[in-house]
């Protein structure tokens, strides 16, 4: 790992059999475990995890098959499910001394917290989801020509093979887009950070790849099992994301509401990179979190 984030201790923590996890730790205090999305890893967190290290314990890991993480081979559809990534990060924050801890997450790394929320609530005390939906509404929500901007959730949703065929073949030019395209900041992430992301990104295609097909098929099926029984996130939950109703026509505070009653929803204008475009903001919303 070329860049790390200063006065954080870094180390490597056994979460499963074949999985051990890259993390950064700081502070003191009650826990919080910051999940990062696609296409990054946990730097993505580097302002916003100094500001609540003042007064938190905050845990930021690469979740498995992203950054300096295990990254198992795809054995089948649980590999990279959401539900095998959230026992991780419970096995996590337990192997580091908290049975209980605040979670939140920024897209990839929110559908995690979603789902820790959901199968572990005796564990998750509060929830953040930064700019995402939960994963069955997602893709209910796309359709027609205007679920062109998420091109890339078809792609990799396809069997092994192909996908990681074409991604691999110019993997700085498939994941630097999104850099690009999804930034209304381009400073927010300076030349040093994209070029770790990157780096990353290109090292670890097979298993972005298996993660987003898992958010295809076997997190969908467990969305609906969880929708059919009425779960709910029985915690505290804030949401942060960008204006997507208006973009795509729906009320996205309902679409969040029906798995979280306990709701406080923000929208934002800066881009999807919002930790790092607008971490005042995204502390804000996280510490009035820590606070209900």
């Not at 979740?63 to 559809?77: I, M, V």
């Not at 290109?202 to 972005?208: D, G, N, Q």
């Not at 919002?274 to 009035?288: F, I, S």
Request: one cysteine or more.
């Amino acid at each position: 790992m070329a860049y790390a984030m200063p006065g954080f201790d870094y180390q490597r923590v056994t979460v499963d059999d074949d999985v051990a996890l890259n993390v950064a730790v700081a502070g003191s205090g009650s826990p919080v475990v910051l999940l990062h999305g696609f296409p990054q890893t946990h730097l993505m967190w580097r302002h916003v995890a100094a500001d609540l290290a003042a007064d938190h314990t905050v845990i930021c890991p690469d979740l498995r098959g992203y950054g300096a993480s295990d990254k198992p081979a795809e054995r089948g559809a649980h590999t990279y499910a959401k539900r095998t990534m959230a026992a991780d990060v419970v096995a996590l924050a337990r192997a580091l001394g908290h049975e209980r801890f605040a979670l939140a997450g920024h897209d990839r790394g929110a559908l995690v917290a979603v789902r820790a929320g959901l199968d572990h609530p005796q564990a998750v005390t509060r929830l953040a989801a930064l700019d995402v939906l939960p994963t069955l509404d997602m893709w209910d929500v796309l359709h027609g020509a205007q679920a062109a901007v998420a091109f890339h959730l078809y792609l990799m949703a396809q069997p092994p093979g192909l996908p990681e065929q074409l991604i691999g073949a110019s993997a700085d030019a498939f994941f630097g887009h999104f850099l690009d395209v999804w930034t209304r900041d381009p400073q927010a992430i300076p030349p040093q950070v994209r070029a770790e992301y990157l780096r990353a990104s290109r090292e670890a295609v097979p298993s972005i790849v298996a993660d987003y097909r898992a958010s295809a098929g076997i997190d969908v099926e467990h969305d609906r099992v969880d929708r059919a029984a009425g779960r709910r996130l029985a915690m505290p939950v804030t949401v942060i994301q960008q204006d997507w109703g208006a973009a795509l026509g729906y009320d996205a505070a309902a679409v969040w509401r029906a798995w979280a009653p306990d709701l406080r929803h923000h929208i934002t204008s800066a881009g999807h990179f919002m930790a790092e475009e607008a971490p005042a903001e995204v502390v804000g919303a996280l510490r009035e979190l820590l606070d209900r």
